[in-house]
C-alpha cells in the first residue's frame, strides 16, 4: 500500500509540475484530472513500482539521474554520428557479434535501464537478460572496432552510474 502511495503522489506531482510550469495558476478541474490520472496510474502500475519508496527520499538519486541523463545524451550524440558515417561511407567494415557479457545488477529496473541505455547509445541492441544468472545478451555492430575490454569497460560504467540510482 505504502508503495502505491508514493507512485499516487510522485505521479500527481509530475502533473502539477508539467501542468502549472508556465505560469503556475491553478484550477480545480485541472487538479481534479491529475488526480484521476495518479490514481489510474497507480491502479495499472502500482505492483510494479519499487519495493523500497524510500528510495525517493534519497537526493543523490537525482544528481546521479541528472548525470546519468547527460551522459546517455551525449552517447547518444556519438553514435548518431557514427551510424550516420556508415550509412555514408560505404567501405567503413562493421563487425557483428552476439555477445554474452555478466551484470552486478540485481532489480528490473536496473536491468532495464541498463539494456535500454546501451541499446540506444552504443551500436548494440540487446537480445536477451537472463536476471537470475545476472547477465545480458548484446548484439554489437562493431566488435573488433571497440574491442571486448571496452565493451565491458562501457558496461561496467553505465552499471555504476544505475546502480547509484536504481539499486
Not at 5 to 12: G, N, T
Not at 64 to 92: A, G, H, P, Q, S
Request: hydrophobic letters at 50%; one cysteine or more.
Amino acid at each position: 500500500m505504502k508503495n502505491k502511495l508514493v507512485l499516487f503522489i510522485f505521479c500527481f506531482l509530475v502533473w502539477i509540475f508539467l501542468r502549472y510550469l508556465p505560469n503556475w495558476q491553478t484550477d480545480w478541474q485541472s487538479l481534479l484530472v491529475g488526480a484521476v490520472v495518479a490514481f489510474v496510474v497507480t491502479a495499472l502500475y502500482g505492483d510494479l513500482f519499487t519495493g523500497r519508496p524510500a528510495l525517493f527520499l534519497e537526493y543523490k538519486r537525482y544528481l546521479w539521474f541528472i548525470y546519468f541523463i547527460v551522459l546517455c545524451t551525449w552517447e547518444c550524440l556519438k553514435i548518431n554520428i557514427e551510424m550516420t558515417m556508415r550509412l555514408i561511407v560505404k567501405d567503413i567494415p562493421i563487425n557483428p557479434a552476439i555477445l554474452k557479457l555478466k551484470t552486478n545488477l540485481k532489480t528490473d529496473i536496473g536491468l532495464t535501464c541498463l539494456a535500454n541505455s546501451l541499446t540506444l547509445t552504443k551500436g548494440a541492441i540487446t537480445i536477451d537478460i537472463e536476471k537470475e544468472k545476472g547477465l545480458i545478451y548484446i548484439h554489437w555492430i562493431d566488435v573488433k572496432r571497440a574491442g571486448k575490454n571496452k565493451i565491458e569497460e562501457t558496461i561496467e560504467r553505465f552499471e555504476k552510474i544505475i546502480k547509484k540510482i536504481f539499486e
